[in-house]
């Protein structure tokens, strides 16, 4: 983010929610530093607040709620203060959401960023014209009536203060995207998602799979690559079946093989794939290019096959079973990822345990658990949301056990041995240490230079925790 300019409208811009909202702040702070608005981490400097939001569970929009707010009183004193929420919580209760929140000056949804900095530009306006000048804001709102001038010099001002609906993404060209670091890139390569699992709120949130022209994305990877970046994430809800909606039939395994032919990137992951349409084309693809990194997030939310028809996976536990075997025949150092989702309604004892189960068969490297929440307009909300609170409770924390207990196995297998890393920074928990990934993505611990985020270092591991391994520099 850059720093406040003199003379520019200074957005915060929040970020909840899921890889795919990190990048769309990456590509709406580029349009607004394009746009010559200032991005600010301080909330203090702000002339605007941006909530780029979440609603995959009730948890997470009572969180932006909870800020926005907190947020109320400072408009009540600072009545030229503009707030914008976009993202998925817009794209799904807009009308709503400004009807609770009087203060929310407008609602942007998933699918029409672009639009985001002619409708700062129309609230700033609308703002500026009620706000009086007092003894105390006279230099402010002069600043801030300077800033708009030039602003309106070049952005023409939206009047609406709700645009939600557009199930078609623009075409936006994502080159535009600020990235905090040269190294590494999240690349969408597709928008949206149709599988409509019935809990579900993306498919309404972000709507239907569009999956971006290959060759846009290998410009954009090929320029990115350029600069520096020797990492990539390919993002897309379902990345298995990319190219299905323009070709008819999936093409991901060759945008794989594509993008690990560009020179100067070392190491290519992907999200998300779902179990029910990984291809043998892919599990080759993956065991035959040294550059896909041997780390998949496939996740398998329930073990229990009347659960999983209820959630309309289209897999059975059995099935998925079956598709671990073989990508671990074909890499057998895969590491595997997870999210499983608790109290589903109708979960039985037995469902549960056949969860637990099969948590307990594959041993994966990480999970995330989730009590399931029922949200509107799915499929699945039209079920009794009846598992008791804390029957949720206990199997989420059951869960949370023996994924701990999994994840530390996996971590103490490294003990001993040399990992390579790409060294992301200073630890979160330790900023005297340096963090970094390895290519099945465990998280490193270790000291070093701070000049090294960025590189890749060859480290000794000499003890794991369930949270991270502990290393040393090697000589
Ligand atoms: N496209 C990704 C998932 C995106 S949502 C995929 O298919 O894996 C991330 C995770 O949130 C899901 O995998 C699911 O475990 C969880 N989730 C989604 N909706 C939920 C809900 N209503 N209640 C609880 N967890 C939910
Ligand atoms: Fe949601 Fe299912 Fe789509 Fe994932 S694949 S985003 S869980 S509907
Ligand atoms: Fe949340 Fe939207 Fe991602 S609902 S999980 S931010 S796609």
Same mark, same amino acid.
């Given at each position: 983010m850059s720093s406040a300019s003199a003379d520019s409208v200074r957005v915060h811009l929040r970020t909840y929610g899921c890889q795919m909202n990190v990048l769309d702040s990456q590509i709406i702070t580029g349009l607004l530093e394009t746009a010559g608005f200032s991005v600010v981490e301080d909330e203090a400097e702000a002339d605007a607040f941006l909530f780029n939001t979440c609603s995959v569970r009730d948890l997470s929009e009572r969180k932006v709620l909870g800020k926005l707010g907190q947020l109320r009183h400072a408009r009540a004193r600072r009545p030229e203060l503009v707030f914008g929420v976009c993202g998925c919580m817009a794209e799904l209760s807009g009308e709503r959401l400004l009807h609770k929140n009087p203060h929310v000056d407008f609602v942007c949804g998933t699918n029409c960023r672009s639009h985001i900095p002619s409708l700062l530009v129309g609230a700033l306006q609308r703002r500026l014209d009620i706000a009086h000048v007092t003894r105390h804001n006279a230099c402010h709102l002069e600043r801030l009536r300077g800033a708009l001038a030039s602003l309106l010099a070049r952005i023409p001002p939206i009047e609406t203060n709700c645009l939600i609906g557009t199930a078609i993404p623009e075409g936006l060209d994502e080159r535009v995207a600020r990235r905090?670091?040269?190294?590494?890139a999240y690349v969408e390569i597709m928008r949206g998602c149709s599988n409509f699992c019935s809990y579900c709120v993306v498919p309404y949130a972000r709507g239907p799979e569009v999956s971006r022209p290959m060759d846009e994305i290998l410009r954009e990877l090929e320029q990115l690559a350029a600069a520096g970046c020797v990492e990539v994430t390919l993002l897309g809800q379902n990345v298995n079946s990319y190219g299905r909606d323009l070709? #008819? /039939? !999936? /093409?991901f395994a060759l945008l794989l093989r594509r993008v690990s032919e560009i020179? #100067?990137? /070392?190491w290519v992951r992907f999200l998300t794939s779902n179990p029910y349409d990984i291809s043998e084309e892919l599990v080759e693809t993956v065991a035959s290019s040294p550059k896909i990194c041997h780390q998949i997030h496939f996740p398998l939310q329930s073990g229990s096959d009347r659960i999983l028809r209820a959630m309309n996976r289209k897999y059975t536990c059995a099935e998925y079973l079956e598709k671990v075997a073989r990508i671990r025949s074909a890499v057998p150092d895969m590491a595997f990822s997870s999210d499983f989702i608790v109290g589903?309604? #109708?979960?039985?004892e037995e469902d549960f345990a056949a969860t637990y189960a099969a948590m307990e068969q594959v041993k994966f490297a990480n999970a995330f658990i989730f009590k399931y929440s029922a949200r509107r307009?799915? %499929? %699945? %909300? %039209?079920?009794?949301?009846?598992?008791?609170r804390h029957v949720k409770e206990a199997r989420h924390q059951a869960l949370l056990a023996l994924q701990s207990k999994h994840t530390l196995l996996a971590h103490e297998a490294h003990v001993g041995s040399h990992v390579e890393v790409l060294v992301e920074g200073p !630890?979160? /928990?330790?900023?005297?240490m340096l963090q970094g990934r390895t290519s099945r993505f465990f998280n490193v611990i270790f000291p070093g230079q701070s000049w090294w985020a960025g590189t890749f270092r060859t480290v000794r591991v000499t003890h794991a925790t369930p949270l991270a391994l502990y290393a040393e520099p090697t000589a």
């Open positions: 905090p670091h040269p190294w590494h070709e #008819g /039939r !999936s /093409r020179p #100067g990137i /070392r589903f309604p #109708g979960e039985t307009g799915t %499929a %699945a %909300a %039209a079920l009794p949301d009846d598992v008791p !630890s979160k /928990r330790n900023p005297e």
